[in-house]
């Protein structure tokens, strides 16, 4: 059955024509489910009994359920979501001074194989469709009473990787019928899918763009990022020029410090060098040891030496302050669970 959550409002508009109902039901179930957020079709009391049938007869309301929440020291809350096919993903919801942030996840694993990140090493099972990614938001939203302000897809998965899945999400986010959250937003993390990033310069959505970056010669790269044997650093560098010329928008650099591999001076000059005259900024995160990792986080003295010297060569660098890393919820920490193995151990 189809999931009413996975449609545009242009798209939802086509799908009422087909079922032989005027398109402004489309602005009516819109508003039911992403501003009064129902779970059942039969909450949606201003359509008529013979609508509400027949919606339910062709779709369904996803509602993910809650496996687990961990609460972070720092007030982080990390769920665990019931995707409802026996897979289950994470997602973070941060506070800051400025409002809520949520860490959605685009799929289900993730196929990169960053040798740093906690996503790796598990199988790839499928992408999210866009109401999935879209439901991460709705169910925080509605187990915490808030109203969130901004989005990252920094949770598993390559955003990139699910790109029509990801664009659509954005825009049922930013509709002012749906979700109303600006494109300013909402940042898209990428390890760096040339072709995609290429592709998302001409999609006229104003969000933020992050690259993670994390070396900056090609061999310490592919050895960290596999992806970096397809798209080398200059290419990608090349394709972040183009976007910042054809969007006129900032893109911020993810630089994760690991002892002893990338935290040197060397480093941070040949980084400088790399993103001389970008409009960028570089976002320094202490790297998060996995299990089985090679990666040791950088002391923090060479930490800010490294943010010091990109500052002053003039390329913005802040240090990425650390949330819920005391419940796994931090960058690089989330994996996907299975639930057919949560039960056999419940
Ligand atoms: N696939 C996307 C988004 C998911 S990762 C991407 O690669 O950008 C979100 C961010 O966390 C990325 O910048 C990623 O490189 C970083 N990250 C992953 N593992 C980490 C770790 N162990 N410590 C610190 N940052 C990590």
Redesign the pocket.
Known sequence: MKNIKDYTIEELKQEMIQIGEKPFRAEQIYSWLYKEKVKDFNEMTNLSLELREKLKENYNICNFKIIKKQESKDGTKKYLFDVLDSNAIETVLMSYHHGYSL?VS?QIG?K?G?K?????GINFIRNLSSGEIVEQLIAVEQDENIKISNI??????????NYENVIKAIRIINNPKGLNIGARHIS?????LVPKIDKLANENIPCTL?????ATTNEKRSSM?P?NNTYPIEELINSCKEYIKKTNRRISF?Y?L?KDSNDNLEDAKRLAKLLKGMLCHV?L??????EK?I?TKSTNENIIKFRDYLNEKGIVATIRRELGSDIDA?????RRKNLDRRKKCC
């Open positions: 860490c685009s993730c990169m960053c740093f990140c906690a996503s790796t990252v897809f920094m949770g598993i998965g390559e955003p990139l990787d898209i993390s990428t390890s760096g992050s690259i993670s970056l994390h990022m992806i993810e994760a690991a976002n995160i202490p790297i998060n040891p996995i990792g990666y931090a960058c690089g920490q989330l």
